[in-house]
């Protein structure tokens, strides 16, 4: 079992930045592929990014390429989404997933675990 806690959420302004974090527990985190999903109210829950095991491969939905930049640091167990130039369609709740598996490349994550999102609302 995989225990991820998000953090890092919060209320900034139309082209501000955030980054959140997801700490890991529970299992080695650097046999884990990590990704971050969102979703808006009345919307239903999206992909935004993955990551593999050793952080060399990355993927992106392509409305948040430039934007948006996910990295961890398996030493700390963590996997980070930093935010730029927020958009208030970019309110949502992030989710961190997890997905087992040493994979050299990534792409649309199918989780194995979710952690319980944490909450990011970007005001116009």
């Known amino acids: 079992q995989v225990q991820l806690v998000e953090s890092g959420g919060g209320l900034v302004q139309t082209g501000g930045s955030l980054r959140l974090s997801c700490a890991a527990s529970?299992?080695?985190?650097?046999?884990?592929?990590m990704g971050w999903f969102r979703q808006a109210p009345g919307k239903e829950r999206e992909f935004v990014a993955a990551i593999n095991w050793s952080g060399v491969s990355t993927y992106y939905v392509d409305s948040m390429k430039g934007r948006f930049t996910i990295s961890r640091d398996n030493a700390k167990n963590t996997v980070y989404l930093q935010m730029n130039s927020l958009k208030p369609e970019d309110t949502a709740v992030y989710y961190c997933a997890a997905k087992a598996g040493r994979y050299s490349r990534v792409g649309v994550l199918n989780p194995d675990y979710w952690g319980q999102g944490t909450q990011v609302t970007v005001s116009s």
């Open positions: 529970g299992r080695t985190f650097s046999n884990y592929a």
